[in-house]
């Protein structure tokens, strides 16, 4: 569950492994090209939906190309996803988002599903400890000032069935890695949702970012991020949480530090406190961006599965 950068890259690395996947993701986006098609086509932000999808499909990388490509110029063209277009299309012709994103996902043979947490778009706000409310997805970041809460217009919304049913029947469920107020938490904001994920007996994940997040997570620790999703949940959530250990280059730091980000501290001694398990090993790779290794990643994350059904048994 989760939305942004964050869900794709691991979903690169784990669809590899033999699991059955069910990506949900956050229609809370109102940003960009998602923003823009969102608001005059009056359909769910389709870019974290592309993203993903392009993350768990089985093509060749030039259609993979395709659905990332970005138009630069031309009048109303200039900054659409090619992807988000032919989600849009798609949703025209269907005459439904869901259903656009099921015939998608098997023209580019996804490996899973990939499913809105919403089958309708929502509108996401922050409570700033300052008492302000900031509305929208792509402002809150942008606010300045620390976050309190976020919430969901309408707090009502009902999420789709079928993320229910994956979620009732899944043997695990992960959060992250992801922005923590706008792509993480928002699927949590959907009652039902965070109701499912609460009764699930699935052995359940947090993989916590490598960097805080200007403007959503500024000098956040590991269990500050833990105690956001508590604050919002009202109960410890998370069997296992998987964070990063491995040094980060100071030429790396010093590039993240002049856009205000910084290495997340594991702080492990306040998680010991809170019993949190922990699973930390060197997951970062720097190539333009600091990634998670998708490999290592979703070899940990399997093991746990692997683990817990055999317990189960």
Sequence with gaps: MGGGTGLSVMLRGLKEKPLDITAIVTVADDGGSSGILRSELQMPPPGDIRNVLTAMADVEPLMADIMRYRFSSGEGLAG?????????????ISGDFVTAVRELSRVFAVRGRVLPAAGEAV????EMTDGRIVTGESKIPEAGGKIKRVFLEPP???????????????????????????SILPNLLVPKLAQAVVSSSAVKMFICNVMTQPGETD???VSDHLQAVYDHIGMHLFDYVIVNNGEIPPEVQR????????????????M???????IADKLV????????DTDKLSHHIY???????????
């Design 156 to 182: 009502d919304v009902e999420p789709l069935p079928e993320a229910l049913e994956a979620i009732r029947s899944a043997d695990a469920i992960l959060l992250g890695p992801g922005s923590l107020y706008t």
């Design 272 to 278: 010991e406190d809170q019993c949190y398990k922990l």
């Design 80 to 92: 659409h996803s090619l992807g988000n277009l032919i989600l849009a299309a798609l949703t025209d």
């Design 123 to 126: 509108v996401l706000n922050a």
């Design 219 to 221: 000098n956040y620790t």
């Design 255 to 270: 590039k993240y530090a002049e856009q205000g980000a910084r290495p997340v501290e594991l702080d492990r001694k306040a």
């Design 285 to 292: 790779l720097f190539r333009t961006y600091l990634r998670h």
């Design 303 to 313: 093991q746990l599965v692997q683990d817990w059904i055999t317990r189960k048994r």
